[in-house]
């Protein structure tokens, strides 16, 4: 049997995560239509995320989002292009946030989750976003399975 050193071990982590940070992106984010996180359905990755719509309670000019896990622990979490809007990780099993809707119109939404090594990956793009989600709204994204 083989023994390596600390540091020899240390190094070879090292080297291991270097590559996967310096490796083009293995595939693109997979797109997804709302009414499929609305009906629960599994996902390609094998997630199921269950999303509800709750009208009012928000300015018509605003849309309010919600992260919440449920079962799962690995760091999910959700954007719009390049603004984070909520994160929710192993006892933070909840995070909400208020965006504009002109943002929300120019980024959409995009659904995250920690892959190999816990780097956070774009997984999920809801390709309808802008046509099914409105201002006013609140939606809430319960994360079941990963």
Request: charged share 15%; aromatic share 8%.
């Amino acid at each position: 049997m083989k023994r390596f050193s600390a540091l020899g071990l240390s190094a070879v982590m090292l080297a291991a995560v270097q590559v996967a940070a310096d490796a083009p992106a293995a595939r693109a984010a997979v797109g997804v239509r709302f009414s499929q996180l609305l009906n629960g359905e599994r996902l390609s990755d094998g997630d199921m995320i269950q999303a509800t719509d709750l009208p009012g309670g928000v300015d018509p000019g605003v849309i309010k989002i919600q992260l919440k896990l449920a079962g799962v622990s690995w760091w999910k979490g959700i954007q719009s292009g390049p603004i984070v809007l909520c994160q929710a990780q192993d006892n933070q099993t909840s995070s909400a946030a208020q965006f504009s809707v002109s943002d929300f119109r120019a980024h959409g939404l995009q659904l995250w989750k920690a892959k190999t090594f816990g780097v956070h990956t774009q997984m999920y793009n809801i390709v309808d976003a802008t046509q099914q989600m409105s201002g006013g709204h609140s939606y809430v994204f319960v994360w079941e399975r990963d």
